[in-house]
């Protein structure tokens, strides 16, 4: 292997995105950065800087180099001694995908160094090997393919996964706060059980999800509603879901908890047409507000002190891996 290099860039996701738990994902335009290389010595040295710096482990146990070790398990090859440096842009412990976010990018430098070319390597492999160690794919199929995913587990086990371009007049707006929240704890908070109404409900709000943001975002108000997850959480992040209320109620925006909490994701919609779809459906009660460019401003003004508003593109491209030109 030599003394390889591997870079791999890798966004920031939005899971659940209302009703689609576990299954449903979005890519944004947040990114984190690790750069690699490979040493003689066997020695794994890590640095960081950005998010998480002073806080995350600098040895073996950082996620990113055990991720970067499962996938060198997988493959029954010995880990190497590395030099890891973590640029990290993604909010910690906040419900925008960190966590899959390391898990991706290790595993994609390890491929990477093991094929010797970044660009070459398989991102479904990525996905199976990913999701198996994150243990649900929401977060890990966006991360890995961009856009819009649709994620889940086959007959057989396997993951597997569907990616769609959303709507170009989708603008998504992230209000994140100063408090963290464990996953760990948020799934702590769910139910073993739910009531059949609920279930159905979900079910056919996440199908009208897929269609809202593929092509009719003007029904993404109605396409968010939620009965599995949201209301059980609320209690750990009363902030959140207090914003989420006025922004639904108020100014008719589809906010979400983003993942597991406490940010909170609006889908915001920006004025027009889709290319070849109407702007509106015959017979739609009124639905989700349409906005400019000042939507940022004008959820900043509800949301008040406390908050980091910041409007963020999709992103298409998923998990880039590169490596060095010689």
Not at 48 to 62: F, K, Q, T, Y
Not at 157 to 166: C, I, N
Not at 290 to 297: K, L, Q
Request: charge should be negative; charged fraction near 20%.
């Amino acid at each position: 292997m030599g003394h390889a290099g591997i870079s791999v860039r890798t966004p920031a996701t939005s899971a659940n995105l209302g009703p689609g738990f576990d299954a449903l994902g979005l890519a944004l335009g947040l990114y984190d950065d690790i750069e690699v290389r490979t040493r003689s010595d066997g020695r794994t040295v890590v640095t960081v800087e950005g998010e998480g710096a002073g806080v995350v482990p600098l040895d073996g146990s950082h996620l990113v180099v055990r991720a970067m070790r499962a996938a060198f398990d997988a493959a029954g090859v010995p880990m190497p001694g590395i030099d890891l440096h973590c640029t990290n842009r993604i909010p910690h412990a906040r419900g925008l995908g960190s966590s899959s976010s390391a898990i991706v990018a290790g595993v994609g430098a390890a491929l990477g160094l093991l094929s010797g070319d970044g660009e070459a390597v398989d991102r479904d492999r990525v996905y199976r090997l990913a999701a198996d160690i994150e243990g649900h794919p929401d977060n890990v199929a966006p991360c890995v393919y961009g856009g819009f995913t649709v994620a889940w587990a086959a007959a057989g086990g396997e993951w597997r996964a569907l990616s769609m371009d959303p709507s170009p007049r989708l603008r998504p707006v992230v209000c994140v706060p100063d408090a963290e929240l464990s996953t760990e704890l948020a799934r702590g908070l769910l139910p073993k059980s739910v009531a059949h109404s609920d279930a159905a409900f979900t079910a056919g709000r996440a199908a009208l999800l897929a269609a809202a943001v593929s092509g009719h975002p003007e029904l993404l108000l109605d396409a968010t509603e939620d009965r599995l997850h949201e209301a059980y959480r609320a209690p750990a992040m009363p902030g959140s879901a207090a914003l989420i209320k006025e922004l639904r109620v108020e100014s008719r925006l589809p906010a979400v908890v983003s993942g597991a909490g406490p940010t909170v994701l609006v889908l915001a919609c920006a004025p027009g047409e889709d290319p070849g779809g109407p702007a509106s459906i015959p017979g739609q009660a009124e639905g989700s507000a349409e906005i400019d460019g000042t939507a940022a401003d004008s959820i900043a003004r509800r949301a008040g002190s406390g908050w980091h508003i910041r409007p963020l593109r999709i992103d298409l491209a998923g998990v880039y891996i590169s490596s060095p030109r010689s």
